[in-house]
């Protein structure tokens, strides 16, 4: 019980994060790291539209993982609470990039 809901609240917090994405639309692309680095100048480069949708889309998908994962973490426990854990880790290494260009380069303008 206690790892469903600590599914629950992850899910949660996606959700929360895809909202502030949602609402701040072009403004929230502030919150991106390695993005809030880059001078007013470079910004303008980037389609700040378009990076703020992705990740909005990835914090839903966060969610959507981890609320399907809570189910059978209900049901069977500990080991569907990890596979969870690494499905999600796999999608999350899978769209965050370490080089700042290649992070961004789709984004371009």
Known sequence: MPLTIFTLIMAIFFF???TIF???????CLLISGYN??????????DEKRLSLDMRNNFITYGIIFVIGSI???????????LTIIIWLIYFFK???LDD????DKYKK
Do not use: Q
């Open 16 to 18: 929360i994060f895809a």
């Open 22 to 28: 949602a609402l701040l639309k072009e403004k929230a």
């Open 37 to 46: 680095f880059k001078s007013k100048k470079e910004r303008l480069k980037y």
């Open 72 to 82: 059978p973490t209900y049901f069977f426990g500990m080991w569907c609470f990890i």
């Open 95 to 97: 769209n965050v990039h």
């Open 101 to 104: 260009k290649k992070a961004f």
